[in-house]
Structures are given as C-alpha cells and as structure tokens.
C-alpha cells in the first residue's frame, strides 16, 4: 500500500515539535558534514528552535566569521554595515544623554547657568526647591528617629532604676541595717542616693545618739 504524503504543517504538541527539531537538527548536521567531506565544501548552518537555543554547524577549521567574510567577498553586500551603523547611532544618543546629564549636574551645581534662559532657569530652580524639601524631610525624618531612640534608651534606663529601687526597698525591709554605714553618728547608704536627684532614692538614717545600737529612737526616711 502506498504511503501518504506527510502535510507539512507546524506541530501543535510542544513536546512533539521540541523532540522532531531535535531529531531533523541531527540529520541536517550529519547531512551538512558529509556534504563538506564528500565534495569539499563549505558548510555553514544557523538555526534557532522555539525556545530560543542556538545550534550551529560550520566546516572545520573555518569560524562563523570567517565563514561570512567569505561570503561578503562573494556577494556585493555588507553583512556589517548595518549592524555598525546602529551601533554607531546608538553610541551617539548616549554621548548625548550623557552631556545632558553633565549639563544637568553642572547647573544644580551653580555653573554653566550664563546660557540658560529666564523660563530654563525658573525651571532649574523649581526642581531645586523640590530637592530641597525632600531633603528637608528626609532630615527631619532623621532627626524624630534620633530622638525617639534616646527616648526609648531613657525610657529603658528609668525602668532599670525603678526595678533597682524596689529590689532596695524590698531587701530594707526584710533587713532595716541593709546598706547602712556608720558615718560619725549619721547612717547613710553605701548606694550614695541622694535628694539632689528627683525620682532617686534617698535613704537616711538619722539618730539622735551617737550609739546607734543604745536603744535610742532613730528615724528611718526615703525621699
């Protein structure tokens, strides 16, 4: 039975098309090869699948380049010119960009401003004045950061205070001599609290005798 003719049409399954490109793409090679050693030719072939690989054959020891070098000499066509002239073109809306942002630094600077005009020079110092005001705000947003940070430190150091004077006045009251001295008559704490400082513990002992342990009546206080 005779076989059909296979439709060429592209291969909807992706699976199916990657595995086809694959298979063909070996042949071709092979194909490409044994064409340059049976007659001595030069073979060079490019191709790109749907996922965007490159796969490339050329005759050994020839590279791609050379290879279209030779096909340039052959053909009145320029393969680069092209390609150079946008590269060129490219090059130069950079050189511009370029100058304009030097221009641009140049006049926030305060130089080069002789050539500019009256509404290129309101314009350069609107965006100025925006640039002042974000860095205002931004300082200002520095500076409550800052404080809030000492706050928070003192915050923190005030309640390490207050824990440290209950721990004191809990270990007073288990042990009333706790932290006494004998200072010539008076009794203070060996912790040196003093009233000169607000919100501090001052511990006094006050007796009206010298002996502390005669009997007589003392006075303990906390300010």
Excluded at 25 to 31: A, M, V
Excluded at 120 to 130: P, T
Excluded at 166 to 193: A, Q, R
Aim: with cysteine; proline share 2%.
């Amino acid at each position: 039975m005779a076989r059909g003719k296979l439709q060429i049409k592209k291969i909807e399954n992706t699976t199916n098309r990657q595995v086809t490109y694959s298979k063909r793409r070996t042949g071709l090679f092979k194909k490409a090869y044994e064409l340059s050693v049976l007659c001595d030719a030069k073979v060079s072939i490019i191709m790109v699948s749907s996922t965007r690989k490159l796969h490339e054959f050329i005759t050994e020891p020839l590279s791609q380049k050379q290879f279209y070098d030779q096909y340039q000499k052959a053909k009145p066509c320029d393969l680069w010119s092209n390609h150079y002239q946008v590269m060129q073109e490219q090059l130069r809306k950079l050189r511009e960009v370029n100058r304009n942002l030097r221009n641009e630094i140049s006049h926030r600077k305060g130089e080069s401003l002789n050539g500019l005009s009256h509404e290129e020079l309101y314009i350069l110092e609107q965006k100025m004045q925006e640039a002042v005001d974000v860095t205002r705000q931004q300082k200002m947003k520095t500076i409550v950061a800052a404080i809030e940070k000492s706050k928070k430190k003192v915050r923190n150091g005030d309640q390490i205070q207050r824990n440290l004077l209950h721990d004191c006045e809990l270990l007073i009251k288990e042990d009333p001599h706790f932290g006494l001295v004998d200072n010539g008559g008076d009794y203070e704490t060996v912790f040196g609290c003093s009233n000169a400082y607000p919100g501090r513990l001052a511990l006094r002992l006050q007796s009206n005798h010298y002996n502390f342990h005669g009997g007589a009546g003392s006075d303990l206080t906390f300010a």
